[in-house]
């Protein structure tokens, strides 16, 4: 069946670092993809998404590119903030699947210090 | 525009006790769900309903049952509540089974 695996966290960097936060997932049809975010208390919230091999979402200075070729969807981001503290979760959605269609992964929490 | 709302925000329930999380969307979403995250773990499905009229079964249905009211609202009910359904409990509702889902703000439940 369909699954996503992202990096184990936590992930601690200082201010103005860059970020990796990797993804790879299965899938038996073409799905989508996303980027969710969780700020402390909150519910997840979309940060950005892709919808097909080669698409690149970006949003709030973060971006992810749908590789096909090495099954992956790796968040990055030039300059982390402080205010990017948060767990972010990678998932897919695969409309060629039975049942439920949106897989999560487990989440990779980040830690970012002044 | 208030999107996904939960009630009550905080329980504390003692075993054995029952109560039903109340989960609403404003967005004419066709899709819902309920979903658990405990510490240190990711979100589990607990039951979807994909379209109004039909409810199925996630990773983690046992000891919940739900029901699709109508297309707004979607309710979780724990018939005996048990120390294991500590968790946080999430709403979340989409426009088709495929598409991003919108969360709801929690409900933090205790079972003493």
């Known amino acids: 069946g369909d699954s996503v695996t992202q990096m184990e966290g936590p992930v601690t960097l200082s201010e103005e670092a860059f970020l990796t936060i990797n993804c790879t997932y299965t899938a038996t049809g073409y799905p989508s993809l996303f980027w969710y975010v969780q700020y402390p208390g909150e519910g997840l919230q979309l940060l950005l998404k892709?919808?097909?091999?080669?698409d690149k979402g970006s949003n709030k200075g973060f971006e992810a590119t749908y590789r096909k070729e090495t099954t992956s969807f790796h968040l990055e981001k030039g300059s982390v903030q402080v205010s990017d503290s948060a767990v972010y979760f990678c998932a897919l959605s695969d409309p060629g699947t039975g049942g439920f269609k949106t897989i999560f992964g487990a989440g990779t929490r980040l830690f970012v210090k002044a | 525009n208030a999107g996904v709302t939960q009630t009550p925000k905080f329980q504390v329930l003692k075993t054995g006790q029952s109560m039903t999380l109340q989960c609403a969307q404003d967005m004419n979403h066709n899709s819902m769900y309920w979903y658990r995250q405990d510490p240190g773990m990711g979100l589990r499905l607990i039951y979807y309903s994909a379209s109004e009229g039909t409810t199925d079964k996630g990773e983690v249905p046992n000891g919940y049952n739900v029901s699709r009211l109508n297309k707004r609202e979607f309710s979780l009910r724990l018939e005996s509540a048990a120390p294991s359904q500590t968790s946080v409990y999430f709403c979340a509702s989409s426009l088709q089974d495929t598409d991003t889902q919108y969360f709801g703000p929690g409900t933090r439940l205790t079972v003493l």
């Open positions: 892709a919808t097909k091999a080669d």
